[in-house]
T-cell receptor, first 113, second 111 residues
């Protein structure tokens, strides 16, 4: 059981470039979310999904797109990278039973220059 | 939306002492409150959680208490050890089907 797998682990982008952060889970979880973590800011919700085909915005969605075509995968797309998007990105998943906390991936450290 | 406040932001204790981290939340509909531990370079890991119909929950040296009336919950770590040093996050499950996190507490346990 791999849990939540995020790729890549590290990435450097130039301003204006686009890229996709991959997230996959093998626990058949319905709920998936993307968070970004910045020093002193905690974990802020970018987008989340309650099932295949259903996504919604979180606290800081601007500059990011998501889709959920399968239960397993929840990719995060940066449309035109900006230095303000330099951060550590975490994907997490949870079963539909709200009694279970999220399982987090190991993160993607993104630097935009 | 849900707003989760966490205090203190840093906490230093001596090995063997207790540590307490407190959180408040704003959405009275929140009904699930997990705590996460994050070690350097890793993703957050769930260490304990509590539902709104329970006032206290213990797991060995860690415990969580919940006061729904006052909308606050706390993490208690007893007999702290150096390996407890990490960043701890509280969270509340909001009505929008996602977790809202506090800003974190950096705990340092000195031998």
């Amino acid at each position: 059981n791999a849990g939540v797998t995020q790729t890549p682990k590290f990435q450097v982008l130039k301003t204006g470039q686009s890229m996709t952060l991959q997230c996959a889970q093998d626990m058949n979880h319905e709920y998936m979310s993307w968070y970004r973590q910045d020093p002193g800011m905690g974990l802020r919700l970018i987008h989340y999904s309650v099932g295949a085909g259903i996504t919604d915005q979180g606290e800081v969605p601007n500059g990011y797109n998501v889709s959920r075509s399968t239960t397993e995968d929840f990719p995060l797309r940066l449309l035109s990278a900006a230095p303000s998007q330099t951060s550590v990105y975490f994907c997490a998943s949870s079963s539909s039973d709200k009694g279970h906390g999220y399982t987090f991936g190991s993160g993607t450290r993104l630097t935009v220059v | 939306g849900e707003n989760v406040e966490q205090h203190p932001s840093t906490l230093s204790v001596q090995e063997g002492d207790s540590a307490v981290i407190k959180c408040t939340y704003s959405d009275s509909a929140s009904n699930y409150f997990p705590w996460y531990k994050q070690e350097l370079g890793k993703g957050p890991q769930l260490i304990i959680d509590i539902r709104s119909n329970v006032g206290e929950k213990k797991d060995q040296r860690i415990a969580v208490t919940l006061n729904k009336t006052a909308k606050h919950f706390s993490l208690h770590i007893t007999e702290t050890q150096p390996e407890d040093s990490a960043v701890y996050f509280c969270a509340a499950w909001n009505s929008g089907y996602a977790l809202n996190f506090g800003k974190g507490t950096s705990l340092l346990v000195t031998p």
